[in-house]
């Protein structure tokens, strides 16, 4: 009997401080524990040394540290009617670990199901060519709709980044139509330019040299010059234009 008895109690005393041991509980520093008492919530405990009462208290850990998962493929349209593939990823973090535990069942998927949902709604919204060249401003809005959603579960998207936008084939080939009608326009108009440019300039070339006659031979003299540096076989001789108005009009005599 007395070893029976000897027997139970080391049994208890092991039983006692297998209990003690589990109720210590170590948080590291990015780790918060979400403390319930009989089921009712407590208080947020960490980090380092925390104390549970087994059988009593429940704690769920609840990691702190920024969470990186990529948005899976988005199939969804423009506001220009151009079907699109998009592909992301979002970075967000726990800022208030009571309100991610109570407010909301298995937040990291939440976080994910939210976001492919507020990708297609606000891509939706923009034509292709914002998609394709304003991606900073388009991360930015997908980025404060998600948090405006998320922040009633106490977590906080801080990034947003769109990262690739796949066409079809023939969309491809279509907008590199664009862009080449695009540059020949571009071309057609800068060649436009220069013309007017050019026949300003003629003009007032001209009208400086009708003021003084003598402008008009040194040009002349000038072109001459020209020609004779020339080793071409071909000579253009220019022929003033004062002789040719004598030779039209043979009833004026030229001035002694």
């Given at each position: 009997m007395t070893g029976f008895t000897l027997g139970f109690s080391g049994a208890a005393f092991v039983l006692a401080a297998l209990i003690v041991i589990s109720a210590f509980r170590i948080f590291r520093e990015y780790e918060r524990g979400v403390v319930f008492m009989l089921g009712r919530f407590w208080k947020v405990k960490g980090p380092g040394l925390v104390v549970i009462i087994p059988g009593v208290q429940q704690v769920v850990r609840v990691d702190l540290r920024t969470v990186v998962f990529a948005v899976p493929p988005q199939d969804l349209i423009t506001r220009d009617n151009v079907s699109v593939n998009?592909?992301?990823?979002?970075?967000?973090?726990?800022?208030?670990?009571?309100?991610?535990?109570?407010?909301?069942?298995?937040?990291?998927?939440?976080?994910?199901?939210?976001?492919?949902?507020?990708?297609?709604?606000?891509?939706?919204?923009?034509e292709l060519d914002e998609l394709l060249a304003e991606r900073e401003r388009l991360n930015l809005d997908i980025q404060k709709a998600l948090d405006a959603q998320t922040n009633a579960w106490g977590i906080k998207v801080s990034n947003v980044e769109i990262k690739n936008v796949d066409l079809k084939e023939s969309m491809v080939i279509a907008i590199a139509k664009q862009a080449e009608a695009e540059r020949e326009r571009r071309a057609k108009v800068i060649h436009a330019e220069g013309e007017l440019q050019a026949a300003e300039k003629l003009l007032q070339a001209a009208q400086l040299l009708a003021r003084e006659p003598q402008a008009i031979q040194l040009r002349y003299l000038q072109t001459l010059t020209n020609i004779a540096g020339d080793k071409s076989s071909t000579i253009v001789f220019p022929l003033p234009m004062d002789l040719i108005g004598a030779l039209l009009n043979p009833d004026k005599t030229p001035p002694a």
């Amino acid at each position: 009997m007395t070893g029976f008895t000897l027997g139970f109690s080391g049994a208890a005393f092991v039983l006692a401080a297998l209990i003690v041991i589990s109720a210590f509980r170590i948080f590291r520093e990015y780790e918060r524990g979400v403390v319930f008492m009989l089921g009712r919530f407590w208080k947020v405990k960490g980090p380092g040394l925390v104390v549970i009462i087994p059988g009593v208290q429940q704690v769920v850990r609840v990691d702190l540290r920024t969470v990186v998962f990529a948005v899976p493929p988005q199939d969804l349209i423009t506001r220009d009617n151009v079907s699109v593939n998009v592909s992301a990823v979002v970075y967000f973090r726990v800022v208030d670990p009571e309100k991610a535990i109570i407010q909301v069942a298995q937040f990291p998927e939440a976080t994910s199901q939210l976001s492919q949902t507020t990708l297609r709604s606000v891509l939706g919204k923009h034509e292709l060519d914002e998609l394709l060249a304003e991606r900073e401003r388009l991360n930015l809005d997908i980025q404060k709709a998600l948090d405006a959603q998320t922040n009633a579960w106490g977590i906080k998207v801080s990034n947003v980044e769109i990262k690739n936008v796949d066409l079809k084939e023939s969309m491809v080939i279509a907008i590199a139509k664009q862009a080449e009608a695009e540059r020949e326009r571009r071309a057609k108009v800068i060649h436009a330019e220069g013309e007017l440019q050019a026949a300003e300039k003629l003009l007032q070339a001209a009208q400086l040299l009708a003021r003084e006659p003598q402008a008009i031979q040194l040009r002349y003299l000038q072109t001459l010059t020209n020609i004779a540096g020339d080793k071409s076989s071909t000579i253009v001789f220019p022929l003033p234009m004062d002789l040719i108005g004598a030779l039209l009009n043979p009833d004026k005599t030229p001035p002694a």
